[in-house]
């Protein structure tokens, strides 16, 4: 990141700042005028006017600060262009891409190159997005990201945080597809002094586990390597992680135990299903609470789908006050003895209740690889993960709510 692109941040981020503090004064003003003297009328009045004027201060430097990284953009761009003109490699394989793409001529056709297989997309200097078809292969538009004036900021994505995700507890033991767990137990027992102890009867059953193979790649062209910001590549490698890890996110809470997924925890869990017409969706997680086995609610949580946390979060009572503090990290966060977190991988209307620590196994047979496959021929690199996971509820530990379907 060059000087003028940092000076630019910078500068945004004293402008959002000042709007912010700017904001806070008037929003004080709005809600406490009646409380208010006239001399801190006075004072905030002032200070809001100096970040007024501030404010336009810093608008003027961010407007100066943009055209000195267009025209530094515009300059390194010269310069690459005139790089990769000297390579003969790249200038011979974009010339047959650029006469096609300019004048539609039908007698330009793409070589094997361009090998079509459906659901096949690769990543090359296109602006212009395509979806992979039954008869073309797709197009990533990686070339949005060639120009130098790419922040890289905007690489730096949100990991979608899941609770469920989080507390679950898994081992890496190769080749561990069963998972023995307690039944039953006769428990300890009161004996007099120098009585003989009687040995604990334990009831143990096999617990067997769905083995999920995930996989995913993204190819990448060469032209799109040399020419592209250098975090790029990283950045796209690094999506293959992260689509990896929301398809495991979503199958250890629905999948289906089968076709090659794991048994996930809503999986034969005990149904708390309410109807659609349910307004206070309070009486149903307490149907679910008390659906929940007492020995399977110690360290137990409650896991809800956004809009429920949203719903209960921001009721109000008859006289249109919120039932909860809704304000500085207030909301839902216990009901009854169990803490309520947001999944916002659950769907609409779905919660969980249980020991997702306690009662869901899972095992990785299979640590998550990288590979990399190259053909020179086609000048495109092929990225492929892969990782294998077992995992299965413990039977009659969780209680899975839904809306009813038609109710």
């Known amino acids: 990141m060059n000087d003028s692109v940092t000076e630019l941040r910078d500068l945004n981020l004293e402008k959002e700042s000042l709007m912010a503090r700017k904001a806070a004064i008037k929003k004080q003003l709005q809600e406490h005028r009646d409380t208010l003297t006239d001399e801190q009328i006075a004072s905030s009045t002032t200070e809001a006017t100096e970040l007024r004027d501030a404010i336009r201060s810093v608008e003027e430097k961010i407007k100066a600060a943009q055209e000195r990284v267009s025209a530094e953009n515009e300059k390194n761009q010269n310069r690459s262009i005139k790089n990769n003109m000297e390579n003969v490699n790249i200038r011979q394989a974009f010339a047959k891409y650029i006469l096609r793409e300019s004048t539609h001529r039908p007698d330009v056709v793409l070589n094997d190159a361009e090998l079509r297989a459906l659901g096949v997309a690769t990543t090359t200097t296109s602006e212009t997005f395509v979806a992979p078809s039954s008869v073309a292969d797709g197009i990533n538009n990686g070339g949005i990201f060639i120009h130098q004036e790419v922040m890289l900021d905007i690489l730096r994505e949100e990991v979608l945080e899941s609770p469920i995700y989080r507390d679950i507890v898994t081992t890496a033991i190769k080749g561990k597809v069963k998972f023995p767990y307690r039944v039953s137990k006769s428990g300890a027992k009161v004996k007099a002094e120098l009585s003989p102890t009687e040995n604990e009867s334990v009831k143990w059953d096999i ?9 995913d790649s993204i190819v990448i062209t060469f032209e799109e390597e040399a020419m592209a910001i250098a975090e790029f590549t990283d950045y ?37 299903e309410y109807a659609s017409t349910v307004t206070d969706l309070r009486e149903a997680l307490e149907a679910g609470i008390k659906a929940l086995p007492v020995k399977k609610r110690a360290g137990a949580k409650i896991y809800v789908a956004s809009d429920i946390f949203d719903s209960i979060t921001f009721s109000k009572d008859k006289n249109g006050n919120y039932i909860l503090p809704v304000l500085n990290g207030g909301g839902l966060t216990r009901m009854s003895t169990f803490p309520v977190e947001a999944d916002p991988n659950l769907a609409a209307g779905d919660f969980i209740i249980g020991n997702v620590g306690k009662w869901y196994k899972a095992n990785i047979n299979k640590g998550m690889e990288l590979g990399v496959d190259i053909s020179n021929k086609k000048r495109i690199k092929e990225y492929t993960a892969h990782m294998m996971v077992t995992a299965a509820p413990v039977p009659s530990s969780f209680v899975y709510g839904k809306k009813k379907t038609g109710s």
């Open 207 to 215: 617990l067997n586990g769905a083995t999920g193979n995930y996989t």
């Open 236 to 272: 796209l490698i690094s999506l293959i992680s992260e689509s990896m890890r929301e398809l495991l996110i979503n199958d250890y809470i629905y999948g289906i135990g089968s076709a090659d997924h794991v048994k996930g925890i809503t999986i034969g869990a005990i149904s708390a």
